[in-house]
DNA sequence: CTCTTGACGCAAT
DNA sequence: CATTGCGCCAAGA
């Protein structure tokens, strides 16, 4: 009974991304149990249409921020990013190294 | 079954 | 940081 889709295991941990911080998608896939699944994370990703759900906290490895382009608008993610204090330039989230958030460490 | 593609990751250069 | 090559897994043609 608690067999949870891969994608609601997805957005489980990406609704506990805080403020102001962000995510990789490999951090999540380890994150879930599926320590490959990262390229799966994202396919997910770019299906999701929750409103709630704060996709823009999710970037790859390298702060890149890889999904801007499903978003509608071009910069949108980026925008919600530095509404919440996060530095970005040129689609790449700035001191990447002290922002991203590792839900293992949390959890 | 094979081939391609995808909001990816990582090591080497 | 950019590029290249390889790995990984699922869905569609």
Not at 86 to 102: A, F, G, L
Request: with cysteine; proline share 6%; aromatic share 8%.
């Amino acid at each position: 009974m608690d067999k949870k889709t891969f994608s609601e295991l997805v957005y489980e941990i990406v609704r506990m991304v805080p403020e102001g911080r962000a995510t990789s998608y490999g951090f999540i896939a380890r994150a879930i149990g599926f320590p490959t699944a990262s390229r799966r994370v994202g396919k997910v990703m770019g299906e999701c249409d929750l409103p709630d759900l704060p996709a823009h906290r999710v970037v790859n490895s390298q702060g890149i921020l890889s999904g801007r382009d499903s978003f509608g608008e071009p910069d949108l993610m980026q925008k919600r990013l530095e509404s919440e204090g996060v530095e970005v330039v040129n689609h790449r989230i700035k001191n990447w190294k002290s922002i991203c958030w590792n839900p293992l460490n949390e959890i």
